[in-house]
């Protein structure tokens, strides 16, 4: 390379190196590029269908959960006391999903921190893996009055959420934690014990569905399967990242 070019060079990058440094005091931890920033973002998708497509970027997941703020697409905002949207690594490479809030996550804001949600803790340590390593949301985002099941209309209007979530996350793994998370998902109505164990695909990436931790908590003898699966994720997680 010319003298002149290669201290150019030397030069540019130096400078590039000041303006990051600047932006990392300054608090910015990451850099947008404008195109992207120009994009616009992804429109919900209704239960009407989907919208046409356009290009657009993936919503972030701190814009997803403004825009869900308030929220009154289905009756179980009456009776809600917080939206619980999700929690963990906006960057993690495994994504758990479950069914919905109840009362203890309806009080605190945050998905699986009752008795189901300590057993998926016992569940990620014995994977050695910790809250701040995966992201754990649900497919309905408000309590269902007395832990009820979660219906239709309500999966369908809560539904696209999960979808861009899963959009701004683009997880490289996804564990669907009992029936509602897994045919919600797979747009299936196979039972959950047919389901699990077996590896399928959510828009391109591997999905395992497995018990939900309530049900591990009244069958704890189906635990033994729920670890087989883990393992399964593991295995692959560790292999694809070689
Ligand atoms: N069960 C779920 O499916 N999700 C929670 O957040 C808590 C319990
Ligand atoms: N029923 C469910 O909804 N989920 C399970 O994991 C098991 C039974």
């Not at 999903?97 to 990620?124: H, M, S």
């Amino acid at each position: 390379m010319p003298d002149k070019l290669y201290h150019e060079c030397r030069e540019l990058i130096s400078q590039g190196r000041v303006i990051l440094e600047d932006l990392s005091e300054w608090g910015f931890d990451t850099v947008q590029t404008p195109a992207d920033d120009e994009l616009p973002i992804c429109p919900v998708p209704t239960a009407a269908g989907l919208p046409a497509p356009v290009e657009c970027r993936p919503e972030s997941l701190d814009e997803l959960e403004a825009r869900l703020n308030g929220c009154v697409l289905c009756p179980l905002c009456e009776q809600r006391k917080n939206i619980i949207f999700g929690a963990g690594n906006p960057q993690a490479d495994l994504v758990l999903v479950g069914e919905a809030p109840g009362r203890e996550e309806d009080i605190q804001g945050y998905p699986f921190v009752g008795e189901a949600g300590r057993l998926l803790d016992r569940i990620l340590f014995a994977m050695k893996l910790n809250r701040q390593d995966v992201y754990i949301c649900n497919v309905i985002k408000c309590r269902p009055p007395s832990n009820r099941d979660p219906q239709p209309d309500e999966i369908a209007a809560c539904e696209p959420f999960l979808k861009l979530q899963l959009a701004a996350i683009r997880p490289r793994m996804i564990v669907a934690l009992g029936r509602f998370a897994a045919q919600t998902l797979l747009q299936c109505k196979d039972p959950i014990g047919r389901l699990r164990g077996h590896w399928r695909e959510y828009q391109g990436i591997p999905l395992m569905p497995t018990f939900h931790p309530a049900y591990l908590l009244r069958n704890p003898a189906a635990k033994r399967e729920v670890w087989g699966d883990m393992k399964q994720v593991l295995q692959r997680l560790n292999r694809d990242h070689q």
